[in-house]
């Protein structure tokens, strides 16, 4: 049984994340708290190796979408038992940079292996650890302020058929944390990318200290 909390962060890549991991890092830290970071996948000897294996460039594309969901998997397992599950029993707050709903996410919606295969391995590899709070970010592609990460990565998006697939997955992938987040909605908070980082830090600060009223270090 766990003690502390699990707070996660997901969102398609380059969405902001890691900007608002580190503020509220160190919100905990003014606080007086000793909260532990991880990212996914890595934060451990092995698990930063597989990560280095999945962003091969020249294993790019030659990865079968299951071979990708369990390499992912394998690293997340190494992570729950070295880290996330013993900070959480010695009753800490652990921060972590993506955590299963990614999986869901990605090998799910985006790649097409099937969701309830995807859970049972999910369950499987986080020993059945699920986040006190999951916060969202996400990309508004009709807001009059188009977030930056759009032409960061694809410049021509729609003027090449490799670039139309990119953006039709990372759809896919954003749309599959939608339904993650329409089912659990207790557990999420969702949030507009395009918004200011301030605006989007009040809101992460105010549900977590909410949160954090009934943790006891």
Partial sequence: MKNGFLITFEGIDKVGKSTQVKRLLNHLIAKGHNPVLVREPGSTAISERIRTILADP???NKISPLAELFLYSASRAQLVVETIEPELKANKIVI???FYDSSTAYQGFGRGIPIGNIEAVNKIATHNIKPDLTIL???????PRPHKSINRLAPNLFDDRTEQEFLLFRQKVQDGFFAIAQKEKERFLVLEASESKDQIFKK??????KLLKTFTP
Avoid: H
């Avoid at 970010?137 to 807001?143: F, P, R």
């Fill in 96 to 98: 972590a940079d993506r």
């Fill in 204 to 209: 992460i600060k105010t549900r977590v200290d």
């Fill in 58 to 60: 020249g294993l790019k």
């Fill in 137 to 143: 970010l996400y990309i508004n592609e009709k807001s």
